[in-house]
């Protein structure tokens, strides 16, 4: 089947998919997206983390048929150009990125969390990302990258 969706503001077209075929499928290997990653596919670490229609979902779990007519951004989608978002600049900045896996997910979750929450406290944070995993960092560093991320917003 056909699906037409809209991907960081640009109507995309994906060909051939298969009726049991991912979202993250659909942006990784049909529309050049790899930002996005797939590391369980079972919607567990939350390392393909997009926003669908503005609401943060895991893409593995989203059936590529239902993101038909649909508004997708990704983590690629959150730069500006050559400028990244406050949030990716702070996962740099902070160190919070290791192998890198969980980070894109990690940066969905974080952006999401500040534009409905500019001053979160820890525990929010912490609650935020819960469903993102990273088998790295111990975390510690991902929370000062949102903390910084939080005195960054635009
Ligand atoms: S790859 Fe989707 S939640 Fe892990
Ligand atoms: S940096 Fe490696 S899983 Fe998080």
């Known amino acids: 089947m056909r699906v037409n969706l809209t991907v960081n503001g640009e109507p995309r077209q994906a060909d051939d998919v298969w009726a049991g075929e991912s979202l993250l499928y659909v942006l990784r290997e049909r529309l050049g997206l790899p930002g996005s990653k797939n590391a369980c596919e079972q919607g567990e ?24 007519g649909r508004e ?34 990690l940066v969905v979750a974080a952006h999401d969390l500040l534009a409905r929450n500019g001053a979160p406290s820890d525990e929010e944070i912490r609650e935020a990302l819960a469903g ?15 903390r910084l991320a ?4 635009e």
């Open 45 to 68: 670490c939350g390392s393909c983390s997009v926003y669908l229609d503005g609401v943060p979902v895991c893409a593995c779990l989203v059936a590529a048929g239902q993101a038909e």
């Open 72 to 105: 997708v951004r990704t983590v690629e989608g959150l730069a500006d150009g050559d400028r990244l978002d406050p949030v990716q600049q702070s996962f740099v900045d902070a160190g919070a990125v290791q192998c890198g896996f969980c980070t894109p997910g």
């Open 132 to 146: 993102n995993l990273c088998r790295c960092t111990g975390y510690e560093t991902i929370l000062d990258a949102v």
């Open 150 to 153: 939080a005195t960054r917003q």
